[in-house]
């Protein structure tokens, strides 16, 4: 009987204000993947990605087992401009639906970090809630029940590559320990569920300053997330897209007024936290 996996993984959202290539979230938008013995290799969606074994979810897969005579069926909600993880998950994908295909037990986060280039995205791709990478390791820990995130995603791409060419190799020590100092605060907030101390916790000096004039307009709503309601906001990983942060009951009320500021230049998504990392299922 031939075999059919079914593989889901939810977007992410790295950084979180202070945490730079250490904290990330997973993002209720998921990328399915489903993969079948057909005798036949294929690539089957309707994403503008390659369908060869140039694709990056394939790339991942045949790191630990060919994908001769197999059909991947991929489709996605993960918005592909920039920030919400979409080349992370489908290097997640690809190494999940090739461990369980293989029955391999491979290390998968430290294989997908090493493809990534960074833990943080993966990590929480692969585990779901939020994640603190050290140590070639990610701690994982649930979202508090009363947060909520929206996303703002600017219809412009902005290539990693130049987000990271916009960060200096030195920073102030008075800028370390701002970042030291709010990472502490955040963490402290989510894992007692103090939203307060969550609001607190989002502020940065290490990247999103030197990465304003990229786009401008993401730079500004973080400025303003809290006069809409927000208990705040950070850019997602190098950007453009921006994770607003509320309470539940804020929810409505601050994705109106995004929707206002965003006309025309970016769309305004609900988006909870995810606590549900990488799925698999048998068919």
Request: hydrophobic share 50%.
């Amino acid at each position: 009987m031939h075999r059919r996996r079914l593989i889901r993984v939810p977007a992410s959202s790295a950084n979180l204000g202070p945490g730079f290539d250490a904290f990330a979230a997973a993002v209720a938008f998921h990328l399915d993947v489903e993969v079948e013995e057909t005798g036949t290799f294929a690539v089957e969606t309707d994403l503008p990605v390659p369908r060869d074994r140039s694709n990056l979810l394939v790339r991942a897969f045949e790191r630990l087992a060919p994908a001769d005579g197999l059909t991947f069926r991929v489709s996605s909600t993960i918005p592909m401009s920039g920030g919400l993880g979409s080349s992370a998950a489908a290097v997640v994908a690809g190494l999940v639906a090739a461990d369980h295909l293989f029955e391999l037990d491979a290390d998968l986060l430290a294989l997908a970090t090493e493809i990534e280039g960074h833990p943080d995205n993966v990590a929480a791709a692969l585990r779901g809630g939020f994640v603190v990478c050290a140590d070639g390791d990610a701690v994982r820990f649930d979202p508090p029940d009363a947060l909520e995130a929206l996303v703002v995603v600017p219809g412009e791409a902005v290539h990693t590559a130049h987000a990271r060419q916009a960060l200096p190799a030195t920073v102030p020590m008075a800028d370390a320990v701002f970042n030291v100092a709010h990472g502490a605060l955040l963490m402290l907030g989510l894992a007692t569920g103090d939203l307060d101390l969550v609001g607190r916790g989002l502020a940065d000096r290490l990247h999103q300053p030197h990465r304003e004039p990229l786009y401008p307009r993401s730079a500004e709503i973080v400025r303003e997330a809290r006069s809409l309601g927000a208990i705040g906001a950070t850019i997602s990983g190098a950007g453009p897209t921006v994770l607003v942060w509320t309470t539940v009951e804020q929810a409505f009320g601050v994705h109106a007024a995004l929707q206002q500021r965003a006309r025309g230049w970016a769309t305004v998504h609900r988006a909870s936290f995810e606590p549900v990392g990488a799925d698999v299922r048998e068919l």
